[in-house]
T-cell receptor, first 113, second 116 residues
Framework: AQKITQTQPGMFVQEKEAVTLDCTYD???????LFWYKQPSSGEMIFLIY??????QNATEGRYSLNFQKARKSANLVISASQLGDSAMYFC??????????FGKGTKLTVNP | DGGITQSPKYLFRKEGQNVTLSCEQN?????MYWYRQDPGQGLRLIYY???????QKGDIAEGYSVSREKKESFPLTVTSAQKNPTAFYLC???????????????FGPGTRLTVL
């Protein structure tokens, strides 16, 4: 079974600085996808970025980028120029052959003014 | 506007009562999912449905039941057999099954269930 690990329960960053949220996964699948979601205190899950296992380029979406290291089985989320509104829970999720999403336990990010 | 609605936002029930959580989507998505989230935890899959009149158990299906009579609707019933039902419940949908690994799931706003 696939396993997703987010080792940072909480992270703090100063406004306007960059921050990296870690995500590692364990799978024997050759084809898979990795997702990052943001969950504000209101509870809804907001899709941020996707990386496919065969994508040659690291995914980017505005201030979000994904540092994908396939050999190390890591898919870290980088948020540049942090804003106060970035304070939230962030979840990494894996999708393999079963097409179900497997979520990590999340990282709580706090952006300080 | 297309999206997923869940109702109610907050739900209180007495122990031993069954309760049904609503999930409706107007995105014309084939697949729908129910997740449970406990404090400090990620999401765990309860049930999912890939097509009308068909559904499969997820990782924590015991004490829950679902139906999928219409494409737009995927209600979840929390039965009295669920030992610890107090949690945040999220419904999601995705466009189709079998699409090659870009099967983004769209989430509803969630229902917070508290059993007294």
């Amino acid at each position: 079974a696939q396993k997703i690990t987010q080792t940072q329960p909480g992270m703090f960053v100063q406004e306007k600085e960059a921050v990296t949220l870690d995500c590692t996964y364990d799978t024997s699948d050759q084809s898979y996808g990795l997702f990052w979601y943001k969950q504000p205190s209101s509870g809804e899950m907001i899709f941020l970025i996707y990386q496919g296992s065969y994508d040659e380029q690291n995914a980017t979406e505005g201030r979000y980028s994904l540092n994908f290291q396939k050999a190390r089985k890591s898919a870290n989320l980088v948020i540049s120029a942090s804003q106060l509104g970035d304070s939230a829970m962030y979840f990494c999720a894996f999708q393999g052959g079963s097409e179900k999403l497997v979520f990590g336990k999340g990282t709580k990010l706090t952006v300080n003014p | 506007d297309g999206g997923i609605t869940q109702s109610p936002k907050y739900l209180f029930r007495k122990e031993g009562q069954n309760v049904t959580l609503s999930c409706e989507q107007n995105l014309n998505h084939d697949a729908m999912y129910w997740y449970r989230q406990d404090p400090g935890q990620g999401l765990r899959l309860i049930y999912y449905s890939q097509i009308v009149n068909d559904f499969q158990k997820g990782d924590i299906a015991e004490g829950y039941s679902v139906s999928r009579e219409k494409k737009e609707s995927f209600p979840l019933t929390v039965t009295s057999a669920q030992k610890n039902p107090t949690a945040f419940y999220l419904c999601a949908s995705s466009i189709e099954v079998g699409r090659a690994y870009y099967n983004e799931q769209f989430f509803g706003p969630g229902t917070r269930l508290t059993v007294l």
